[in-house]
Nanobody, 124 residues
Framework: VQLQASGGGLVQAGGSLRLSCTAS????????VAWFRQAPGKERDYVAA???????YSADSLKSRFTISRDNAKSTVYLQMNSLRREDTAVYYC???????????????????WGQGTQVTVSS
């Protein structure tokens, strides 16, 4: 499966963005999809995931502001980000797996397919 991330940009603190991850090349509904982010000089961190069955999970520190969802008809996963802060500035990546188990959702190594990343910059 091929993934295309989009929707990033420059936003003021307190604003919102919605990222999209659109898949092609295979049966999308078979895949669990996650978002990760990587700030300059830091590791790539887990943000949120939606399993093939629609169940959603988010990093504890972000769940009050970020919401993940999927639209199988459009082969797209969304990440709605609200109340953005400067520390949310990062490149956001989507990743997919047809075999990731629940306990491994936050693990980068559980995902075989990655999108190219989309830059989110939050200004004060």
């Amino acid at each position: 499966v091929q993934l295309q991330a989009s929707g990033g940009g420059l936003v003021q603190a307190g604003g919102s963005l919605r990222l999209s991850c659109t898949a092609s090349g295979d049966t999308f509904r078979r895949y669990s999809v996650a978002w990760f982010r990587q700030a300059p000089g830091k590791e790539r961190d887990y943000v949120a995931a939606v399993r093939y069955n629609g169940a959603t999970y988010s990093a504890d520190s972000l769940k009050s502001r970020f919401t993940i969802s999927r639209d199988n008809a459009k082969s797209t996963v969304y990440l709605q980000m609200n109340s953005l802060r400067r520390e949310d500035t990062a490149v956001y990546y989507c990743a997919a797996s047809s075999s990731v188990i629940l306990s491994n959702l936050p693990s980068r190594t559980a995902y075989a397919y990655w999108g190219q990343g989309t830059q989110v910059t939050v200004s004060s």
